[in-house]
Nanobody
Framework: QVQLIESGGGLVQAGGSLGLSCAASGRTLSPYAMGWFRQAPGKEREFVAALTWTGGSIYYADSMKGRSTISRDGAKNTVYLQMNSLKPEDTAVYYC?????????????????????WGQGTQVTVSS
C-alpha cells in the first residue's frame, strides 16, 4: 500500500506564494507519475500539474501555467508544487496523487481516475 502525505498548505494573501510537498512511502518501486489536483467547495476535482517520475514529461493546467512549478526529489520520494502569484480562485483543497501504471496519452495525466493513490489533502486559502 502506498501512503501520500501532503504538507505546506495554509493561508496566503493574493499575489503571494506557497509551496506544497507530498511524500510517498510504502512501495519500493517508484511511481510512473505523480500529480497535484485541487477541489474547491461545490466543484469537481481538477487537475493542477503532473510529472513522470523520470522527469521526462511535465504538464500544467492552463490556469497554473507560468504561476506554478512541479518538481520531485527521487531520493526523498517527494513531489513539490510551488505556486506563485496566487489568486482567491486558487482557494481549494490540494491533493497529491500517484500512479504506477504507465499513461500513454498526455490527456491521461489530467484525469483523476488515472491515479491509484491519493493523499488526504491540504487546504490552501488565498485571501483577497
Amino acid at each position: 500500500q502506498v501512503q501520500l502525505i501532503e504538507s505546506g498548505g495554509g493561508l496566503v494573501q493574493a499575489g503571494g506564494s506557497l509551496g506544497l510537498s507530498c511524500a510517498a512511502s510504502g512501495r519500493t518501486l517508484s511511481p510512473y507519475a505523480m500529480g497535484w489536483f485541487r477541489q474547491a467547495p461545490g466543484k469537481e476535482r481538477e487537475f493542477v500539474a503532473a510529472l513522470t517520475w523520470t522527469g521526462g514529461s511535465i504538464y500544467y493546467a492552463d490556469s497554473m501555467k507560468g504561476r506554478s512549478t512541479i518538481s520531485r526529489d527521487g531520493a526523498k520520494n517527494t513531489v513539490y508544487l510551488q505556486m506563485n502569484s496566487l489568486k482567491p480562485e486558487d482557494t481549494a483543497v490540494y491533493y497529491c496523487a500517484a500512479t504506477f501504471t504507465r499513461l500513454f496519452t498526455s490527456s491521461s495525466f489530467y484525469q483523476p481516475a488515472r491515479y491509484d493513490y491519493w493523499g488526504q489533502g491540504t487546504q490552501v486559502t488565498v485571501s483577497s
